[in-house]
């Protein structure tokens, strides 16, 4: 048997609430009737894909992140450690080291740098990763505690989890969150191809324009699915048609698909057009990849 | 009065694409000179194509540092690779390299480099702007640059060249637009906020997104209000943030049905005060609610 690399998918936008999570779920309950397909909320501030995948829960863990933390006694108020943290996460006030945990960026300087040995890094929960499966479909999930300010670390670990554990799965789909800042880059740094979803209205156009030019910085093949198809103009049509960027679908706005995703409800087998608008996205995926 | 506080109005939602920008911008026209606008969304700013600004003031924006190696003095030893927690001095081609996308600017390779080839430089990640927009209110708004990285300080950068304006001039309101999710940018938009303005939408996600970004608001102890958008797309849903807002004493502030005069009005470049349809007086309406209730808390 040969054993191909697994397809990595991106399924992101510049705007939020173009239907990242629609496309995502949709997708993968879809290509799950067939082949195994695995797929990730990388949305970890907001994860909403559990609301459509329903499925048996396999495992939940608790994901840290390193912080240092004080030890009164072994410090000698050397002022070392607060000089080097370039976050502001470690500040000396008096005769007390102060840690700001949520600044920290776990780089690990202060604690390796401190002649005393006085800030060893301890476990931080920061958030979970939840398996869950349902058929065909492997479902992971990755939330972010409320608190937290970082979502790159998170998204980080819940890559190297994947890789480890479902490297295998032969489809994979990651839904990315919003923007187009580091936990954007973080998300789709190792993906073969990302899908930018967007409408067809200015904010969806100008948000576009910005996400492609970040996935141009990392290198990624693109492809653009229009949703809302109708409620705006033509504008981000001409654009990716002049940008030279595929369009991979144009999925109609339908107050039946509104509804339908108001009550965590898939539309992929209720709609119709909707198998071909899928179908298409994927085989255009795969004919980019294979050519690269 | 000068002793007046003023203020600071922050427009959230969570889940993104639910009307938050759409209406910020609104209120924005309607408070006119009396505002001072700060669009905090700097990962995917939007407020400029609907509020016009002039660009007339910019400003690089530097934020956090990068690592610079030169290849002429390093020997080669690795330490920094070592040391690097983010995986961002790969060996290639025989010599060691920074990836800039991958440096957080922590400055532990600069401080272990025995033959001190590496140095933390000041990394641009920005432009922070100062406009007047076309109702002759002052906007700051910002571009982060491709990828970059820390929008949260962009956010406190562009907040706080707003609040200096708006003392300077004696306004009464800063209307901020915020981000979408819980991170740090949404963070940084939140200090300093007296009344934050929810925007959701009657879906699953809309709800969850919302008790997310709630909690964040909680930890601040800043007075809230919701706009359920799209409220009729699901009554059932709606219901049940209507609970959700009355259980954690959220004001309710209207019920915006689904409309399509906000793209509408969105594709002329205008905000949907500006064209005629019943939005426009419903989201007077609200403006001027808002401004009682940002009065009222303020004089308390």
Same mark, same amino acid.
């Given at each position: 048997m040969i054993n191909n690399p697994p397809l990595k998918i991106g399924i992101a936008s510049g705007?939020?609430?173009?239907?990242k999570t629609l496309l995502s779920t949709n997708l993968a309950a879809y290509l799950s009737l067939t082949q195994p397909t695995l797929l990730v909320d990388?949305?970890?501030?907001?994860?909403?894909?559990f609301l459509f995948v329903r499925g048996t829960t396999q495992s939940i863990t608790d994901q840290y992140k390193m912080i240092p933390v004080w030890d009164e006694k072994a410090?000698?108020?050397?002022?070392i450690c607060s000089k080097t943290c370039k976050y502001h996460a470690v500040i000396q006030l008096g005769s007390i080291i102060l840690v700001f945990k949520e600044l920290?960026?776990?780089?690990?300087a202060c604690s390796e740098l401190c002649p005393a040995g006085a800030l060893p890094m301890q476990k931080h929960k920061m958030g979970e990763i939840k398996t869950i499966t349902s058929g065909n479909l492997t479902f992971i999930e990755s939330r972010l505690n409320i608190?937290?300010?970082?979502a790159v670390p998170l998204i980080h670990q819940t890559h190297e989890r994947v890789e480890k554990t479902?490297?295998?799965?032969p489809l994979q789909i990651f839904d990315c969150p919003p923007g187009t800042s580091c936990p954007v880059v973080a998300s789709t740094r190792n993906v073969d191809f990302v899908v930018l979803v967007t409408e067809p209205t200015p904010f969806g156009l100008n948000d576009l324009r910005l996400a492609v030019e970040t996935m141009k910085e990392i290198h990624k093949p693109v492809g653009v699915v229009i949703n809302?198809?109708?409620?705006?103009?033509?504008d981000v049509e001409m654009y990716c048609r002049e940008a030279g960027i595929p369009v991979l679908a144009k999925i109609r706005y339908d107050r039946r698909i509104a509804e339908l995703y108001s009550n965590g409800q898939l539309v992929y087998d209720k709609i119709e057009d909707m198998q071909t608008s899928l179908d298409n996205i994927i085989k255009a995926i795969q004919n980019v990849v294979r050519k690269n | 009065m000068s002793s007046e506080r003023i203020n600071e109005i922050v427009i959230l939602s969570g889940?993104?694409?639910?009307?938050k920008t759409s209406i910020a911008a609104a209120f924005s026209v309607l408070a006119g000179e009396e505002a001072v606008i700060a669009?905090? %969304?700097? %990962?995917?700013?939007?407020?400029h194509l609907l509020l016009?600004? %002039?660009?007339?003031g910019s400003l690089d924006f530097f934020s956090g540092e990068l690592a610079v190696l030169n290849q002429d003095v390093c020997?080669?030893?690795?330490k920094c690779a070592d040391v690097c927690r983010f995986n961002a001095i790969p060996f290639i081609e025989n010599q060691y390299t920074i990836s800039p996308l991958d440096? &957080?600017?922590?400055g532990y390779c600069e401080k272990v480099c025995p033959s001190f080839a590496i140095v933390m430089k000041e990394r641009k990640s920005g432009k922070v702007y100062t406009s007047t927009i076309k109702t002759g209110g002052i906007m700051v708004h910002a571009r982060l640059d491709i990828?970059? &990285?820390?929008s949260g300080k962009l956010v406190a950068k562009v907040k706080k060249d707003a609040k200096d304006l708006a003392k300077a001039g004696n306004k009464e309101y800063i209307i901020v637009d915020g981000s979408p999710g819980i991170g740090c940018p949404v963070v940084s938009s939140l200090s300093g906020a007296n009344y934050v303005v929810l925007v959701t939408e009657p879906t699953m996600s809309g709800l969850h997104d919302l008790i997310r970004v709630y909690e964040v608001i909680k930890r601040f102890r800043i007075k809230a209000g919701c706009i359920i958008n799209k409220? %009729?797309?699901?009554e059932a849903q709606s219901r049940e943030i209507k609970e959700f807002l009355l259980a954690e004493q959220i004001d309710h502030l209207a019920d915006i049905p689904y409309d399509s005069a906000f793209s509408s009005a969105m594709i002329e470049g205008?905000?949907?005060? &500006?064209?005629?349809?019943?939005r426009k007086a419903q989201v007077e309406e609200i403006w001027k609610q808002i401004k009682i209730i940002t009065n009222k808390n303020n004089t308390i």
């Open positions: 705007k939020g609430g173009t239907g990388l949305d970890v501030e907001e994860p909403d894909d410090c000698t108020l050397c002022g920290c960026h776990s780089c690990y608190g937290e300010e970082q479902h490297g295998d799965i809302r198809y109708g409620i705006g103009n033509s | 889940k993104g694409g639910t009307g669009d905090c %969304d700097v %990962d995917a700013a939007n407020m016009k600004p %002039d660009f007339a020997i080669r030893c690795g440096c &957080e600017g922590c990828a970059a &990285e820390n409220s %009729d797309v699901n205008k905000t949907v005060v &500006e064209i005629q349809s019943p």
